[in-house]
């Protein structure tokens, strides 16, 4: 082999040395990159807060249970005979307090009916005035867990689900009662006769 060979085929062989040193050290920076990535992804996901707030057990103290992780959904079938309306409720933490939103789609008398926010309200967690748990503690025996009977008030957290059903229209009239005058105490204006008329005794 000529001289100049030598040399061309020692620089090749030196480059193609290099080269593959090269490709080495990124595949190892590759894998260390990715080793440390999925460890921070880890320690993120362990460090995480979670809620152990149970819909089930602790609907009845659910203000006391929630916290900002959580949102109670509400839905109320406000219908009657030939009227339909339908309320819908969130309610989440912040801190020490509970926020409460409603909105209300009426089909009877709306030809495009669409949520309409009614009220936006903040208490303590501590408030002794709306008394909701009382009322779900109340209509306990109206819980319903068959999916095909209407259900009147459905509750949701996540991916629990209760939900509250009456047997014939005497039972459905008393429920709504019930429930209305609860929600007043929260929504005293009572605008529109969301939540029925109040009957003054003379």
């Not at 089930?56 to 009657?80: A, G, P, W």
């Not at 509250?164 to 105490?185: H, I, K």
């Amino acid at each position: 082999m000529e001289e100049w060979e030598l040399i061309l085929y020692s620089r090749t062989t030196h480059s193609s040395s290099v080269s593959h040193k090269l490709k080495k050290a990124i595949y190892i920076l590759i894998g260390i990159t990715f080793f440390v990535s999925c460890q921070q992804k880890q320690k993120t996901e362990i460090e995480k807060p979670k809620s152990e707030f149970d819909l089930i057990s602790d609907m009845t103290n659910f203000r006391q249970k929630m916290t900002e992780l959580d949102t109670l959904t509400i839905l109320f079938d406000h219908s009657v005979c030939t009227y339909q309306g339908y309320e819908r409720i969130e309610i989440t933490k912040t801190s020490d307090s509970i926020n409460i939103v409603s909105n209300f789609k009426e089909l009877t008398f709306d030809e495009n009916p669409k949520w309409k926010e009614i009220y936006d309200r903040k208490i303590s967690e501590k408030d002794t005035i709306w008394d909701f748990e009382q009322f779900l503690k109340r209509n306990e025996k109206r819980k319903n867990s068959d999916q095909n009977e209407r259900g009147i008030l459905v509750l949701t957290n996540k991916k629990d689900t209760i939900r509250y059903s009456t047997d014939g229209l005497v039972d459905l009239n008393r429920f709504l009662a019930d429930y209305y005058e609860t929600m007043r105490e929260i929504y005293p204006e009572n605008k529109n006769g969301i939540y029925g008329v109040e009957v003054v005794e003379e």
